[in-house]
Every structure is written in structure tokens, then in C-alpha cells.
């Protein structure tokens, strides 16, 4: 869930006064669960580190512009997903699904599994950060909408639409 617990929320208002400490520590708390998002969207390790980097940045130059502390995780997200498609748009393309992203799952062949990534990888703004954000991330539609900045109904009707693109996609590579 991305709502924060109180020590969390009590170390975001500390850093929008301006204490470097709780900072510092709120992404040492966050550090893995970035680095995951943006290997998620980038593909690699050298990428996800960039965009780890320039998101970190980002939010420590506008910590104070987040209106509702208890919303920390999300509003970074936003951020780390802003960062991913400036890069995207940078490079003019998207690099497909390599096949170290999600080795350690094992549920389904490999083959199965790189169809399924090339499927995702195909998908337009925003139906591709609906399905990685729902389906790997973990997170709730509501918590979609709001790192989306949409409203729940078109986040619910686009993920309706991303599942029925890729089970057409995924049906037409068998």
C-alpha cells in the first residue's frame, strides 16, 4: 500500500522543512523499491540506476510541493515514471523486454514469459504503467489513478482495454 505509517509521514514533513537526515534515510527506506520500478520500466541495470538517480533529484528538489505527506510513495513513483518516459521519448524508442527482468520467475516457461514482456513492452502510454503498476508493482487501481493524475473510472476502462490487447497479442505469437 502506499499510504505511509506515521514515523514515515513524520520523516517527509521533517524533509519538506529542510532536514537532510530524514531525506537521506526516507530513501534509504525507498531504495530498493525504486531501483525495482525503474528496472521495471528500463530493462536494465544501468538505466534503472539513471532513472533512480534523476528521480531521487527530482523529489528533493520539489519534496515541498507534496501537499499530503501520507502520499509520499506514490508522488515519487509518479516522479520515477516521468523520469522512464522523458527517457523513453529521449531515445525515441522503447527497448524491448530482456531476458534478465524477471528471472526469478519461474511459474511459466521462458518462452511464455518473453511473449508476454514483448506483449507488454508493445503497449502505448498509459495501458503499459497500468499493467506494470497493477500487475508488478503490487499496487491498487485508486493508487494508479492517483500516480496517473486520472481519474479511478479511466484507470479501470484502460486496464480492461491493456488485458484485452495483450491476451489478443499474446494469442496471435502462439
Not at 520500466?41 to 540506476?49: A, I, T, V
Request: aromatic fraction near 10%; hydrophobic fraction near 40%; charged fraction near 30%.
Amino acid at each position: 500500500m502506499n499510504i505511509l505509517d506515521s514515523l514515515e509521514i513524520n520523516l517527509v514533513r521533517q524533509a519538506q522543512r529542510g532536514k537532510k537526515e530524514a531525506m537521506e534515510q526516507l530513501f534509504l527506506m525507498e531504495k530498493e523499491y525504486l531501483y525495482k520500478m525503474a528496472f521495471l520500466y528500463m530493462k536494465n541495470k544501468e538505466d534503472s540506476l539513471d532513472i533512480v538517480q534523476e528521480c531521487i533529484l527530482r523529489c528533493i528538489v520539489s519534496i515541498k510541493s507534496l501537499k499530503q505527506p501520507q502520499y509520499f510513495r506514490t508522488w515519487m513513483t509518479r516522479i520515477l515514471i516521468n523520469c522512464a518516459h522523458e527517457e523513453w521519448a529521449r531515445r525515441g524508442k522503447y527497448d524491448l523486454a530482456e531476458e534478465e527482468v524477471f528471472a526469478a520467475e519461474e511459474a511459466f516457461p521462458r518462452e511464455e514469459r518473453l511473449d508476454l514482456y514483448q506483449a507488454i513492452d508493445r503497449l502505448n502510454f498509459p495501458y503499459r504503467d497500468i499493467v506494470i503498476q497493477h500487475y508488478f508493482a503490487g499496487n491498487r487501481l485508486n493508487e494508479i489513478a492517483q500516480m496517473l493524475n486520472m481519474p479511478i473510472g479511466t484507470v479501470k476502462a484502460y486496464h480492461s482495454r491493456a488485458k484485452s490487447r495483450l491476451k489478443c497479442m499474446l494469442e496471435g505469437a502462439q
